[in-house]
């Protein structure tokens, strides 16, 4: 009788058991299994803060960052029509067009060593060097001397360039590191400062170089409002993680990128939609002054764009975090090239007001998206600065050859606006279709 009950309690057992094992998950495969042990032993799982006091102050100092650096390239029309009209008059538009072109040469292919380096942890010392660099540039320029070409084509092309290539992706980046599922809106008002940048920009250097103060005094004016917001952005920007730590640990493989077709198919998108898109915003002025628009609009008229283009640069990137980035950037691309084409009809003051909210408002949306867009290609944070920076200095050439080739093509003093418009156009559609391709394939891969 005595094992009766030891009997029917192993039965019982035994039941339990084969039930439990039904019950069961499946074991995971050897090698996921093997990857998950690594990947949480490393401690290498991805957690957001998704906002907070550092967060935010970092978002807010890339503001000033990009306020005054990619502010400052957006206002280069201001210059291009004041060295076309005045102090280098003896040069063509095309080779004056190649100072701004060099200068946004160095800010996105600066990023292919920039972006390296933040990588390794170097977010300070990137920071404070790229800051002297431009700032001293900007300095420098105020000592330029009209009709002296390289004078201004060193200290701004160059110098401000290289100033501005070490401080944007880093910026960007730092960002990045902070937000996921919001990553659209905070790299958005970060890159706002950009469009805020540029409508003040323009206005001030306008009523400067025009007014009493003179060019050498007008700039010295700027480089000293840049000086104060750099300092301020150097105080409160934080990267998450500092100095060779864990962002720096996460392994990078190039092979891995290499043969990521979808991003190689997305880069050369860029390429071509940076190409033109920023035709418009380099001629715009002139335009407005070949066609004897008021004079007031004249002063004003990249100042509405880029005006417009803040909106452009935050309203799209709240709905990108719900709809998707790709969703938003691939419509804003195609307007965007379709608006170029209207830039040919915008010859009445209203008709260029109205071009210029336009179109500032979707390309300002194809700069704020693009950025996040290329982000969202990296699978881990230690691959974000590699990405962009690779982007970046690919799509470089074609923003150092785009406005050179369409001032080369306007054929001036007579000014034919018919070559440059359709070029603007076709090279930003063309990115569109390509950016549609890899959006395709890169669903299909998920």
């Known amino acids: 009788m005595s094992g009766y009950p030891s009997t029917v309690t192993i039965t019982s057992t035994s039941k339990d058991l084969e039930t439990d094992k039904l019950d069961a998950p499946p074991v995971p495969p050897l090698p996921k299994l093997e990857f998950e042990l690594e990947r949480i032993a490393s401690g290498s799982e991805e957690t957001f803060p998704e906002g907070g006091l550092r967060a935010w102050l970092t978002v807010a100092g890339g503001f000033m960052v990009t306020f005054c650096t990619f502010g400052s390239m957006q206002s280069f029309g201001v210059y291009q029509d004041y060295y076309t009209r005045i102090s280098l008059n003896e040069h063509p538009p095309s080779e004056i067009s190649w100072i701004g072109s060099v200068q946004i040469f160095f800010l996105f292919s600066g990023g292919v060593i920039s972006g390296k380096l933040f990588d390794k942890g170097y977010f300070r010392e990137l920071l404070i060097g790229g800051c002297i660099i431009y700032l001293v540039s900007s300095f420098l320029l105020s000592l330029a001397q009209p009709h002296h070409y390289y004078q201004n084509f060193l200290a701004q092309g160059v110098g401000m360039g290289i100033g501005m290539g070490i401080l944007f992706l880093p910026c960007i980046s730092a960002a990045a590191h902070y937000f996921k599922r919001r990553r659209g809106l905070a790299m958005g008002v970060m890159i706002s400062g950009s469009s805020v940048g540029a409508i003040v920009y323009p206005i001030m250097i306008n009523h400067l170089f025009n007014g009493k103060t003179g060019f050498a005094w007008g700039v010295r004016y700027v480089s000293f409002l840049d000086l104060g ?218």
């Open 229 to 446: 917001l750099l300092v301020a952005a150097n105080a409160i920007m934080r990267t998450r993680f500092p100095g060779r730590t864990k962002a720096s640990a996460e392994k990078i493989e190039f092979g891995v990128i290499l043969r990521d077709i979808p991003f190689w198919i997305f880069t050369a998108g860029i390429f071509l939609t940076y190409w033109g898109l920023f035709v418009p915003t380099f001629y715009l002025q002139l335009f407005a002054v070949e066609h004897r628009a008021s004079q007031t609009l004249q002063t004003y008229s990249l100042a509405i764009m880029n005006a417009a283009g803040f909106v452009g640069r935050t309203i799209p990137m709240y709905y990108a975090d719900i709809l998707g980035l790709f969703n938003v950037l691939i419509p804003m691309t195609i307007i965007s090239g379709g608006l170029a084409f209207a830039f040919l009809g915008a010859t009445s003051n209203a008709g260029l007001i109205v071009f210029a909210i336009l179109y500032g408002f979707f390309s300002g949306g194809v700069v704020s998206t693009a950025a996040p867009a290329s982000a969202s290609f990296s699978r881990n944070v230690g691959e974000i600065g590699t990405r962009m920076g690779t982007i970046n200095f690919i799509t470089s050439f074609s923003m150092l050859t785009g406005n050179p080739i369409s001032g080369a093509i306007l054929h001036p003093p007579e000014y034919t606006w018919v070559p440059p418009i359709v070029f603007s156009g076709v090279t930003v559609l063309a990115g569109a279709f390509l950016l549609s391709i890899s959006h395709y394939m890169q669903r299909q891969k998920r």
